[in-house]
């Protein structure tokens, strides 16, 4: 099986704006979401450590007012967008689910 059947694109790479709106998808049969920040796209599953629940709370809305941070939308932990790693909030310390994403430049790809 090539890279090509086992990867399926997400977003275009320009549809993705640094500190803007992620997407959602599905992979292994969760939720998940990609966004832009620092210049690279990041994704991760759209589940909070703390209680399991989807982290956006408008479709697409996954970073603060400033889009520096990824918020939960349950009780407002606070994520830090490039390592998932949660430094705000009822879980602290741990972290989110990393999924793999790649940008080639035209379109973001997850694994399937």
Known sequence: M???ERSRRIASS??????GRG???VSGG??????RFGGR???YRNACPHTGGELDWNEGDFLDADGR????????ALFEPDTGRCVAGPC??????AV????????VVAAE
Do not use: K, M, N
């Open 92 to 97: 602290r310390g741990a972290a989110l689910q």
């Open 41 to 43: 796209v990041v994704a």
């Open 2 to 4: 090539s890279a090509s």
């Open 14 to 19: 320009s549809g993705l704006v640094d500190g």
């Open 100 to 107: 793999a994403v790649r940008d080639d430049g035209e379109s």
């Open 30 to 35: 969760g939720p998940c979401f990609a966004l």
């Open 69 to 76: 941070l990824i918020v939960c939308a349950t009780h407002g």
């Open 23 to 25: 997407v959602r998808f």
